[in-house]
Nanobody, 125 residues
Framework: LQLVESGGGLVQPGGSLRLSCLASGGTLDYYAVGWFRQAPGKERENLVC????????YYKDSVKGRFTVSIDNAKNTVYLQMNSLNPEDTDVYFC???????????????????WGKGTSVTVSK
């Protein structure tokens, strides 16, 4: 499975962006898909973990109510809608995926199998 993120860019505080994570080489029928971000010199942070089979979703408290994950199965793409952005949201954002198995999908904070290369988000005036 290959993942490619897009949609990053420069946005003013209070603005919105929608990131996309396009999957190829397989379908996202039964995966945990996570959105992460990482700034230089800092640890990678798991923001969202999404079960593509049943739609259950984890949001980190810092993004809850502002970020929303969704999937377009026809396009094999997972989206991250980010609203009310602030400068602290400036980071490189990554999507990642791990396949589900007999006991469900894995937690995103326990390591992911496939990673994209990231897309940069800058929130600034």
């Amino acid at each position: 499975l290959q993942l490619v993120e897009s949609g990053g860019g420069l946005v003013q505080p209070g603005g919105s962006l929608r990131l996309s994570c396009l999957a190829s080489g397989g379908t996202l029928d039964y995966y945990a898909v996570g959105w992460f971000r990482q700034a230089p010199g800092k640890e990678r942070e798991n923001l969202v973990c999404f079960d593509t089979k049943d739609g259950s979703t984890y949001y980190k408290d810092s993004v809850k109510g502002r970020f929303t994950v969704s999937i377009d199965n026809a396009k094999n793409t997972v989206y991250l809608q980010m609203n009310s952005l602030n400068p602290e949201d400036t980071d490189v954002y990554f999507c990642a995926a791990s396949p589900g198995g007999e006991y469900g999908v894995p937690r995103c904070d326990l390591g992911m199998t496939y990673w994209g290369k990231g897309t940069s988000v800058t929130v600034s005036k």
